[in-house]
């Protein structure tokens, strides 16, 4: 079985591919007859057979014709793949059970259009596209997402049949794709505040009544505090200022894997988590995040969101990986 893995590896150039772009050359590329072919061939022989027992010129000078026009598919559906320039982009984070979408960059250095270009992972819906002569464009890949993790789709067939479907060309680009899956979101009411309040309150009981002055921002700040006009002022200052301000202590929420219910599965528990992050981000609360083995400061915004949302997904390194 070793043996049979190691030569398909080589074969089929299963492993990841690291350069980009990634060009398709001839050794990339592989074709075979589809059913229609094998069925064209058979009629044609057929019709040999019959040409051959009747002595019907005519009939050989059709059948040559036809075996001509198949030779001549066979190569149209070879170069339609040929060349073919492809550059992987950055896949978004999804949440289990959405599609997630990994982009690639289509790049046709030839005066011929490509048409009908199937891209599909293993198992997952076909995407199809025509690539206009000399142009480029950006296509999504859809993988359908199972569990929570960072999914790794694998590598994704390439395949055509165009001209007259009577031969398949495909090929296995691998680019290096990785995405985040965060929990399923499970929505619940918030922890309760005496159970929520975070102790400490911001640096120096800051809160959202009073101007207090400026500090520099920090990731976690939202945009909407981000003092525009001290900004224009002073345009190369790093990193960018924010507006603070005193009196109403503001509350922090703490989002504590030891409040969900002992009783659901870890899993449950996470999503969760996940539903009282989206929660808190709605109500544009500070909040913290807390789990067995990782605890992320209060904060708020859309990285600060992501940050807590990831560590959800990444709790004990649990993924995916596509065929």
């Not at 005066?111 to 997952?124: N, P, V, Y």
């Not at 031969?167 to 680009?173: I, N, T």
């Not at 505090?225 to 200022?241: G, N, S």
Request: with cysteine; hydrophobic share 45%.
């Amino acid at each position: 079985m070793a043996a049979i893995a190691s030569v398909q590896r080589w074969l089929f150039r299963l492993t990841p591919d690291r350069q980009s772009p990634i060009v398709l050359g001839q050794r990339r590329i592989f074709i075979l007859p589809t059913r229609a072919g094998l069925l064209f061939a058979t009629v044609l022989a057929v019709m040999l057979i019959g040409a051959i027992n009747y002595n019907l010129s005519l009939g050989h000078a059709l059948i040559f014709l036809l075996a001509g026009l198949a030779v001549v598919a066979m190569v149209h559906t070879f170069n339609n793949l040929f060349g073919l320039r492809l550059t992987p982009g950055r896949a978004a984070a999804v949440f289990s059970g959405d599609l997630a979408h990994f982009p690639l960059q289509l790049e046709n250095t030839r005066r011929q259009s490509r048409r009908a270009l199937d891209f599909a992972f293993a198992g997952q819906p076909v995407a199809s596209f025509d690539l206009p002569a000399e142009g480029q464009a950006t296509i999504a890949i859809a993988y359908a997402t199972r569990r929570r993790g960072r999914l790794e789709p694998g590598r994704v067939t390439l395949s055509t049949r165009y001209p007259l479907g009577l031969f398949r060309a495909w090929s296995y680009p691998h680019p290096p794709w990785s995405c985040i899956v965060y929990p399923k979101p499970i929505r619940t009411p918030l922890p309760p505040a005496s159970a929520a309040v975070h102790a400490d309150h911001l640096q120096g009981d800051n809160g959202q009544e009073d101007f207090a002055g400026l500090r520099p921002r920090q990731i976690s700040d939202p945009t909407r505090h981000i003092a525009w006009k001290a900004v224009a002022r002073r345009p190369d200052e790093q990193p960018h200022l924010v507006k603070q301000f005193a009196g109403g202590a503001a509350e922090e929420l703490w989002f504590d894997w030891s409040l969900t219910p002992p009783g659901r599965s870890e899993e449950e528990r996470l999503s969760i988590l996940a539903g009282w992050i989206l929660g808190g981000d709605e109500q544009q609360a500070r909040y913290g995040l807390s789990l067995p083995g990782r605890r992320i400061a209060p904060g708020q915004g859309d990285a600060h969101r992501a940050n807590c949302l990831q560590a959800l997904a990444l709790h004990g390194e649990s993924g995916e990986s596509g065929g």
